[in-house]
Nanobody, 123 residues
């Protein structure tokens, strides 16, 4: 399985970005997917997750109401729409796949990771 994240960039506070994560393989639609981020000198933290069908989502508290995770199983792609971005959203964003049945919030529950895409929000 290969995951390729893209869509990062430099944006001013209040702006928007849409991240994409393209997955290889024919079983993408069978797995829950997650987004994590890592700021400099900080631990990688959970941002959002979406179930295999897209019917269930979960968000970290600080992004609720601003970020939306979605997926298109026909395109083997998961998205993270980020609105009203804040400087504290700056970091490298990673998509990941979990083989677990539950929709995990911990990075330890995810077994495949993309390479990350940089998001920088200026104040």
């Amino acid at each position: 399985v290969q995951l390729q994240a893209s869509g990062g960039g430099l944006v001013q506070a209040g702006g928007s970005l849409r991240l994409s994560c393209a997955a290889s393989g024919r079983t993408f639609s069978s797995y829950h997917m997650g987004w994590f981020r890592q700021a400099p000198e900080k631990e990688r933290e959970f941002v959002a997750a979406i179930s295999w069908s897209g019917s269930s989502t979960r968000y970290e508290d600080s992004v609720k109401g601003r970020f939306t995770v979605s997926r298109d199983n026909a395109k083997n792609t998961v998205y993270l729409q980020m609105n009203n971005l804040k400087p504290e959203d700056t970091g490298v964003y990673y998509c990941a796949r979990t083989s677990l049945v539950r929709l995990g919030l911990s990075r330890d529950e995810y077994d495949y990771w993309g390479q990350g895409t940089q998001v920088t929000v200026s104040s």
